[in-house]
């Protein structure tokens, strides 16, 4: 996401607080005028299932009644995903206090560890089961490399050769298994 108007601003304002200095903005003038004058509200742009599962762990009742407490709430059909997401990664149970809930559901110990990793639950998910399957480094070296976005080089000319290199360190199963070994080879 761009930066807005009033983050530039912001910015030109720490400029000269300890030094003498100047700001200089490598952007078009036509591309300047087309940002947005704020950038909308961190609550509106996180990934909320890490806030529901932290919410949860506090008790302090559904998720859809704390966000909506928020000063910049998010939709309410986004904190329905999250709690949808987490129920699918087996964060959160179907039921809260034994009574289906589609908008909440009891905090299930995976759900519990993976609230305290400061990552992706998807990936906290992967270090989760690496440890109860006693392969923690291999999963940890995975979820590494799946939080960035390619470890493979993939320049326009090289792309292919990306791909290839990719396949062939995956071995034909998957991109973790090549992301695994491509590491173990770079080691």
Known sequence: ??????NLKQREGRVGRTKQGQVIRMIFEKHYKELANESPAEMQRTCLETVVLKAKRLNMGKPVDILGLALNPPTRSAIHDAILVLKELGAL????????NYEDGDLTFAGRMM????????LSKIILFGYIFKVLDDAVIIASGLSVRSIFKQQNQQRLDAYEMKFELGQGSSDCIA???AYKKWR
């Open 1 to 6: 996401v761009y930066a807005s108007k009033t």
């Open 93 to 100: 149970t179907r039921y809260n206090r034994d009574c289906f």
């Open 115 to 122: 609230s305290k990793l400061p990552i992706d639950v998807r």
């Open 179 to 181: 992301i695994l070994n």
